[in-house]
């Protein structure tokens, strides 16, 4: 099979975002072939684009994505051709201390964040035949994609490609960061700092198992509405309240604090949200880098903790159907976390989107 040539939004360290013909080399032994037919624009992405994560390669930009398997390569059991999957960026290995012990969140095995497949190798090239990188091993902003077969998770046909992309991060992330990583129980209260993508989703988490009450955070009316519908039963404008006074006055201090933008600032102002023996989970990325202070004494004190959460502490492979699931019995309404949806070259204003706060997801189709 010969290689299959396709437009991708690329970022280059010198040239950054742009759109390019790349091609992709057939899939070889243990890997899969994707036709994508939905890409989510993430704030991962826009890590890339604004240097708050540098690259020193050009990359393939994307990494929520569902589609279709259209080939397998040699050794590949678990997919075949026609499987409807949603794209898991933190492909494991499988056979780490960490994914023995069935924590693939944080497997040291893992090529995906060095922006390559497993074996250090891209699948992708340009006009001229200079490589270009899978951004966390996937590079989902193109028609077709060539992936491990650990990155492909196969889903219900009847399951939307746009949401499904949306479950490969965002979901799976913010859902996780309650369920897995705070481990929340009902009756437990919680603020949400950040009500994008990921923080509407930290807030179905917490409606899922039953937290109340349920605070959101954020500058925008818009989001604030969005995060009312997603069983929020408070708002909050970040920039006319003292949350943490209003935190400790109306609740006497949150259960959890979820941190969703990957501010430093904001990370610093959530033990003073908390009650004692509450926890503050660190749902954003930050930029690589990116330091905070907290009172020691407080935290010790009090007992409070201060938890990061890597992907929701999800193993793909287990979590992402599960949300599926959920999401076909009526459980989660992830169809109003899809604001826009538009053609594929339309990345840098999506980008723009995300960059003004504006509106919820945007889902990108080739």
Known sequence: MSARTC?????????????????????????????????????????????????????????????????????VTGLAVGDHVV??????????RKCLAGM??????????????????????DEQGEEIWPYLGLGAFTNRLVVPETAAVKVPDELPFGIGALLGCSISTGIGAVMNTANVRPGESAVVVGAGGVGLSVVMGLRLVGADPVVAV?????????????????TLDGAATDVAAWCQENLGGADYAFEAIGSPRVIETLPGMLTSGGA??????????????????????????????NYGSSVGAIDIPKLARLYLA?????????????????????????????????????
């Not at 794209?87 to 780490?96: D, H, L, T, V």
């Not at 690589?288 to 935290?299: C, K, P």
């Not at 169809?335 to 999506?350: F, K, S, W, Y």
């Open 218 to 234: 954020d500058l925008s009316p818009e989001r604030l509405a969005a995060a009312e519908r997603f069983g929020a039963t408070h």
């Open 280 to 309: 503050a989970v660190l749902v954003g990325m930050a930029a690589v880098g990116a330091t905070g202070a907290f009172n020691l004494f407080d935290l010790a004190d009090q007992g409070k903790r201060v938890l990061g959460c």
């Open 104 to 125: 693939a969140w944080l497997c040291t095995g893992t090529k995906a964040v060095a922006n390559t497949l497993p074996d250090g190798t891209t699948p992708f090239t």
């Open 7 to 75: 437009p991708a939004i690329t970022y280059d360290p010198v040239e950054g975002l742009r759109t390019r013909q790349v091609s992709h080399r057939p899939a070889g032994p243990g890997e899969v072939e994707i036709d994508v037919r939905a890409a989510g624009v993430c704030h991962s992405d826009l890590h890339i684009l604004s240097g708050d994560w540098p690259s020193d390669r050009p990359l393939v930009l994307g990494h929520e994505a569902a589609g279709v398997v259209s080939a397998v390569g040699a050794g």
């Open 330 to 366: 009526g459980r989660l309404p992830l169809d109003e976390l899809i604001g826009t949806v538009r053609p594929m070259e339309q990345a840098a204003a999506a980008f723009e989107d995300l960059r003004s706060a504006v509106g919820t997801r945007t889902i990108l189709e080739p």
């Open 87 to 96: 794209m898991s960026w933190f492909a494991p290995c499988r056979s780490c």
